[in-house]
């Protein structure tokens, strides 16, 4: 057990340290990252469609990465706002990492691109240790998910600089108590702002772009409790398969 923890560890330095040259070498160039977190089904994608369609009505040069275990659904739907979207398939892998990402934006991402939106992998637990080098981390749940998300989920809401709810327009439908989510969310990520939106009815649309480009002019990000902690990295979860793998490629 110690040598998957050691070995698990190693693999997060690495990422840690590919996540800061990228972000040192995006910010030179002006693009800030938004990590995008969230749960299968959380309406993260349809929200995204959303917000870049309100960058490009107001010029803001924007793009869309999207990540999936499979088809490129997602990506079909994100370019339908006219914003230059690339999709990547991660061949079973449940995150993206910081090396990986930057092997994709290589030749990919336009030099004049401001913002630059990261649809992680529909998933709570592994994104939730992986820094990509991003400027805005938002962790999204849906109304339908239950208040009680934020507390079985501490890594992924413990350590975003944003909190952002949607489909709002059917909270009532489902009896989404607000007021205990807040509570929630306050408990593992003290003084965050939780944003509500509905990509149906607009409400909220806009602000996730007002936030990230408010960062990316250089206004300041809400520091998580949890990331000032020494190896805030917390969670143990490991894929068995992914875990034999980094055993076997070590002598």
């Known amino acids: 057990m110690c040598r998957v923890v050691d070995l698990r560890q190693a693999v997060l330095a690495k990422n840690d340290e ?15 990252v938004v990590n995008l977190l969230s749960s299968p089904g959380s309406g993260k994608t349809a929200l995204l469609e959303q917000e870049l369609l309100r960058a490009r009505e107001r010029s803001v040069p924007v793009a869309a990465l999207s990540a999936d275990l499979a088809t490129e659904n997602d990506a079909v739907r994100l370019a339908r706002s006219g914003a230059p979207v690339k999709q990547v398939l991660t061949d079973g892998l449940c995150h993206l990492e910081a090396g990986m990402l930057a092997g994709h934006l ?35 749940a849906s ?42 969310v306050e408990q593992v990520n003290p ?53 034999d793998a980094m055993a076997h490629s070590h002598p």
């Open 191 to 243: 003084g965050v702002e939780v944003v509500l939106t509905s990509a149906r009815r607009g409400q909220g649309v806009g602000v996730l772009l007002d936030r990230a480009l408010a960062v990316a002019d250089g206004a300041p990000v809400h520091s998580p409790v949890m990331a000032r902690r020494p190896h805030h990295h917390g969670h143990t979860h490991a894929h068995p398969e992914a875990t």
């Open 143 to 184: 109304v339908t998910e239950g208040e009680d998300k934020p507390l079985k989920y501490p890594t992924a809401f413990g350590l975003a600089h944003l909190v952002v709810v949607t489909k709002t327009d059917i909270a009532e439908a489902v009896e989404f108590d607000e007021t205990a989510f807040r509570a929630h």
């Open 18 to 32: 590919s996540a800061h040259e990228l972000r040192a070498h995006l910010t030179a160039r002006g693009t800030a």
């Open 106 to 140: 290589d030749g990919w991402l336009p030099e004049d691109t401001r913002l630059l939106f990261v649809e992680n992998v529909g998933n709570l637990v592994c994104p939730a240790s992986y820094d990509l080098g991003e400027t805005l981390r938002v962790t999204l």
